[in-house]
């Protein structure tokens, strides 16, 4: 199991190996956090992302699935897109498709080498995912982790709401 950190910090300043992306399907960029990131990594990031092939129409990673890329002018060496799920109360498959989220991430950094590796509150912003239910998942999914990288997970908050979330399913 990854050894556990929480910060509150901009997700595009960490210094790790691999930082993941709460992206849209089409990888087009958006807003929160995947236009931070977006704009942070500069336009080789969108043409990297338009490279990757379609899977359907307007779709190249489809909900609950990730991709990779460099990270361009980021200091973390890689960028892991992955696409939570939109908050329909619950009922919809919602959270095995959130935990699907961290599970691909999990398994491309490994694939790529990544030692740590830094995460958002994914699907917490404009998909709505409530803030503890989507904490509760990302940590037991990183807990369930057995891969020998990464080593380090980095939770990396937007806010002392979502640091007190994670913090308090973490301590004992």
Not at 22 to 50: M, Q, T, W, Y
Not at 99 to 115: I, N, P, T, V
Request: charged letters at 20%; a neutral charge; hydrophobic letters at 40%.
């Amino acid at each position: 199991m990854p050894t556990i950190e929480v910060v509150e910090a901009d997700i595009t300043t960490l210094r790790v190996d691999a930082i993941v992306n709460a992206a849209n399907e089409a990888l087009s960029g958006g807003g929160g956090v995947d236009g931070a990131i977006h704009r942070a990594a500069g336009p080789r990031l969108s043409a990297a992302c338009k490279a990757i092939q379609l899977v359907r129409p307007y779709v190249r990673c489809p909900t609950g699935e990730a991709r990779i890329t460099p990270g361009f002018d980021l200091p973390a060496r890689h960028v892991i897109h992955t696409v939570g799920p939109i908050w329909h109360g619950g009922k919809d498959g919602e959270a095995e498709r959130l935990a699907s989220c961290y599970r691909e991430s999990l398994r491309l950094a490994f694939e790529h080498g990544a030692r740590n590796l830094a995460f958002p509150a994914i699907s917490c912003g404009v998909f709505g995912y409530p803030l503890d239910q989507a904490a509760r998942i990302a940590i037991r999914e990183v807990r369930a982790w057995h891969g020998i990288s990464p080593q380090r997970v980095v939770f990396c908050c937007f806010g002392k709401d979502a640091v007190h979330a994670y913090r308090d399913l973490l301590e004992p």
